[in-house]
């Protein structure tokens, strides 16, 4: 056995002394009682930004019913027949539904701004517009939205002080965001390999500002993967093939385009990963929307949803339910009668109860990389959410 005097031991005691501190001090900020929700991305997390800068003269099709009909009863801006994954995580923190930001009058951001639009792109439009893509639903990047929160910090939290502790109270939620910069592309006729190339410049994107968060005081990031893409009606219906052989048998959905999200998705962790390290102290939560939303298509029963849910709710036409000319919100379209029992609203974006199921699977596990840390929440934060949510706290 080495003596205490032995290089080699000492060496040992020293490296597991500094992996407990760094341990100890991990878990010691690893669980918060979230003060407010921050949020940026695309029509996935849009609680009604599109619409606040959209013309009121020349509204958009989501203004309309059956848009909000199942929650709401009136459209809200969501792309959604109700609730999305965000307003869930919100009423499971017991936070206030986050506000758009942009076009809001009188809106109170204490516990919450939201600067998701729909439509929006991780990558600079002159970027993409050099690759052939001259036609965008908004002009607002992940950049111009960092932008603007950055120039409403003043109104937002007012002193130093207190924006310091606002970014360390808050979730950010960073997405998702990235699929309409690969939608652009696929959408026009690039091929499969064209597209691949931006999936690194989409996450150094999306990295460079959760650095710049994490310099501004951010502690925990909320970051999502791409959902499945071959199972989305919009690219079953562009990419709709006679040979059975780019379906999955079990899922029906296009295995060559969940192998492109699955790229994403790998690219994405081992940066989110990279990150922590780097940061330490900082909380950074990969979002496994792949997965989450990946199992209805493979048991859809077992969640309460119609065999092979693949057709959208919303939408008319093919054998999906769905023509990308004719959309939900118009006259000549109807929401199906009980959306409860699909998986896909319009073609593009899911229903309130997918919604609500990816976001019990990110917020109690185990879609969440690593898990959240409740156990520093009170008792009547933790008995706030659905009964799904007390009874998993009642037996986790």
Known sequence: MASLDSPLLMKLI??????????????????????????????????????????????????????????????????????????????????????????????????????????????????????????????????????????????????????TDMMENALILMGEIGLNDYFYLFFVGKSIQEVKELIPLVITTVSSAITELIGMGGKTFLVPGEFPMGCLVAYLTLYQTSNKEEYDPLTGCLTWLNKFGENHDGQLRAELNRLQKLYPHVNIIYADYYNALLRFYQEPAKFGFMDRPLSACCGVGGPYNYTSVTQCGTDVVEGCSDPSKYVAWDGVHMTEAAYRLISDGILKGPYAVPPFDWSCLSFEIKDNGSSDTKNYLLNN
């Not at 921050?38 to 013309?55: Q, R």
């Open 14 to 163: 020293l490296f597991f002394l500094s992996t407990f501190v760094v341990t100890y001090v991990s878990s010691e900020t690893k669980c918060r009682e979230f003060k407010s929700i921050i949020s940026f991305g695309d029509s996935v997390s849009d609680t009604g930004n599109f619409l606040g800068l959209s013309d009121p003269n020349n509204l958009p099709h989501f203004a309309f019913l059956p848009y909000g009909e199942t929650f709401f009863h009136h459209p809200t801006g969501r792309f959604s027949n109700g609730r999305l994954i965000i307003d869930f995580i919100a009423e499971f923190l017991s936070l206030p539904l986050v506000p758009p930001f942009y076009g809001s009058q009188n809106a109170n951001f204490e516990k919450g701004v939201n600067f998701a639009v729909a439509g929006a792109t991780a990558l600079e439009h002159s970027f993409l517009e050099e690759r052939g893509i001259d036609f965008f639903n908004t002009n607002v990047s992940l950049a111009v939205q960092l932008s603007s929160f950055k120039e409403s910090l003043p109104n937002l939290c007012g002193s130093p002080s207190d924006c």
